[in-house]
């Protein structure tokens, strides 16, 4: 199935295949805008279309080198092989993935700026509603959460340009300024994700080899809040943060919040 969703959020696709299995049926296309989960970034969820029907895609499976649909068999409309469908992603949950993941890849930056180029990403989580990023690392101070949290929001103003390139591994197998996870094989191709500098020319502060979506410019992401900072494990801290609608979400819980133990008090 090729992978259209860098660019778009929906697109005409022939149905390849057809399997029902736990009340679900499985819908295998040529194409889709569809992410998968992988890497770190939730999959995507919306919808697929026949004609004037329309039902709800649950969840999206990475099926060797196939993308099948999960969607109820008793709401979906009689498919068969050579359908032609179109398939729509939710596009303000979609938004909201790629802002949480550009802003992961710039808080990875921070990182090195403010604590240590040493503090290497152990795992990550990129979701709608927030961000999860593991590094190693000793504990922050508070002042090093502010300063991260400053210099994170500052490139967010800065509203910098978000670009990705394609092209072969073994021109960037070597070079230090674009962080990539030497225990993970790659294939012959990868693609580097870049922020800041000139689109496509690997200039960027922040260039990371990272095969997920993300947004066009950094100003999209809208306002980034570090939410908690701790110990996962021995020598590894886990950063859970928020950005755009789900950083005011968590602002204004957090105000409500002080406001209510004030009223107690």
């Not at 992603?89 to 992961?104: F, L």
């Not at 590094?135 to 502010?146: C, D, G, H, V």
Request: glycine letters at 10%; proline letters at 3%; aromatic letters at 6%.
């Amino acid at each position: 199935t090729a992978f259209v969703g860098f660019d778009h959020v929906e697109c005409r696709a022939t149905v390849l295949e057809i399997h029902d299995q736990d009340g679900l049926r499985f819908v295998i296309t040529d194409q889709t805008p569809f992410y998968a989960e992988m890497g770190g970034q939730v999959g995507d969820c919306g919808h697929l279309l026949v004609g004037d029907r329309m039902v709800e895609v649950q969840s999206v499976q990475q099926v060797g080198g196939a993308r099948a649909h999960a969607v109820d068999a008793t709401a979906a409309a009689p498919l068969q092989p050579g359908d032609q469908v179109m398939l729509r992603v939710a596009k303000a949950r979609r938004r909201m993935i790629e802002a949480h993941h550009t802003a992961t890849h710039l808080l990875h930056w921070a990182l090195h700026e403010v604590v240590s180029p040493d503090a290497a990403q152990q795992g990550s989580l990129v979701d709608h509603d927030r961000l999860r990023f593991d590094f190693s690392s000793a504990a922050l101070t508070r002042r090093q959460i502010e300063e991260i949290e400053a210099r994170v929001n500052d490139r967010i103003t800065a509203g910098d340009p978000v670009s990705w390139t394609e092209l072969p591994h073994a021109e960037v197998k070597g070079r230090t300024d674009v962080m990539q996870f030497f225990g993970d094989k790659y294939g012959s191709t990868v693609r580097v994700v870049q922020i800041g500098g000139t689109p496509g020319t690997l200039d960027g502060y922040s260039m990371e080899l990272c095969g997920g979506t993300h947004v066009r410019g950094t100003g999209e992401i809208g306002l980034f809040k570090i939410g908690s900072e701790g110990a996962i494990a021995a020598g590894v801290r886990r950063i859970e943060a928020f950005c755009g609608e789900a950083a005011w979400a968590h602002l204004t819980s957090r105000t409500d919040h002080l406001l209510k133990d004030g009223e107690a008090a």
